[in-house]
């Protein structure tokens, strides 16, 4: 008998859910649905099947599963401890073999669906994503419930999916009629909560009919606590679609905002935190976005031009003042190289120190990480770029070693030291620690809010220079060494 008919056998008395794409999202979904729990039986209510692509990653994702820990690493203790819960109740399974989305009574899709940015705007990667689709349509149930969690532009399940499905279905000759197809996205935050980030979170879903509307919903209930989160359902899934790449366009175009009136205040020597903590006093503006190195990840970096895309192919419209925020966004690190130029005037020969390259804190993601840019461009200057994160051991984009402990950090020179990223570990160093790791260092560029008040004065009364992303104030205050 094989593993996979094992894991069925084990698990007749269960409903099947497929997951397609163990990444980021997919990942915490099948640690959420395998610990979701029959309340009236006591018992676990899904058999969950992962699927991923068999190329490197993909497979090292499926080992990771199948040995019981998750293919994600994370901050987060509920996830490890999720997935070894879920190998010890022996409901979950993970595998390249695609046709096991036949066995699959609910399909939740997460894989990529991909822009490429180009030096005249962007490609979107519509073939790859449909080919995929294309491929689970061709092995699901006719009568399983789909769910898109996938990042799609505004349009896509209605318009492509639906049609593709129903195209299949007719090659293959087999009734549909109970085939039910929604959108329902994701606001998962990969850190340390990323697990209820799933399980506690609002969510929006929609259906490409009433009874699809209703399958998704009753299938969110079932592992999302909707007693204290309420689902919006939304009345078509282009609308849900809407609904997630205006939540992260928005949340872009916010942080675009901020950086000419970061540029601004460091001109006018304006503590900037100060003026936004005067203007959240306000209510109506209480989520105004602060200063800091960029914008990484895989949403925010490209969620705008997905929506771009759709306004323009189908409308002829657009969203070019959402696009700007994308491209202000995508240059924002080199704001902190400007600064350092202007300090230095050249930048050869000089050690900058870069604490922090993935893109969030206390996360190992690395995907369109602000840092790549910034490092390229200190690069072009002659810099010797020198890394540390202590979540990142591995970061393809760049070939030099990336060091996990500080302590590696004190026998190199450090002219200049940018602290990027505001993990927990580079917000807790005192002053002490600061120049026992960095002996050398002549200059600290706080780029993300990371330095006390308290801490940067210490350290310039110990001859430092200390200069910050929106602390237009510390200009006059630093006396370099
Ligand atoms: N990362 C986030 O925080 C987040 C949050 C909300 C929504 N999203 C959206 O969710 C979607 C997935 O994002 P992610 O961050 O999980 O991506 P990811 O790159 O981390 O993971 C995607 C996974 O899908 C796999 N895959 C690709 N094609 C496949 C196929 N045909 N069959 C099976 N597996 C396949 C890849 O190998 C990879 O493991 C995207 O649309 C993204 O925009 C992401």
Partial sequence: MSQLSEFIAYNEDKKIVAVQGLGFVGGAMLAALSNAQDRVKNKPLYAVLGVDLSTPDGLSKIEAVNEGRPPIISSDPAMPLAFLKAKQQGNIFATTDMSVFGLADIVVVDIPFDVKKTADGYDVKLDLFLESVSELAQHINPSALVVVETTVPPGMTENYLYDIFKKVFKERDV????????HS???VMPGANYLSSITEYFRVYAGVNDASSERARIFLESFINTT????TRLHKPAASEMAKVLENSYRALNIAFIQEWTEFAQASEVNLFSVLEAIRMRPTH????????????????KDALLADWASKEVHGIGLPLSCEGIRINDVMPLYTLQILKKLYGDLTQKHVTLLGVSYLNDVADTRYTPSEIFCN?????GAIVQLHDPYVADWHARSEKISNTLDDLKRLQHDVLILAVRHK????????????????VNCIVDANNILSEEKATTLRNMGIKVLGIGKGHWLCQSNPK
């Fill in 377 to 381: 461009e200190l690069e072009k200057e």
């Fill in 286 to 301: 209480h989520n105004i976005m602060s200063p800091g190195f960029g914008v990484g990840g895989y949403c925010l970096t």
């Fill in 185 to 187: 996205y994701e606001r």
């Fill in 228 to 231: 204290d989160f309420p689902l």
């Fill in 175 to 182: 009734d549909d009629k109970e085939f039910a197809l929604a």
């Fill in 425 to 440: 570990l580079y917000c807790d160093l005192n002053v002490d620690q600061i120049v026992s790791f960095f002996p050398s």
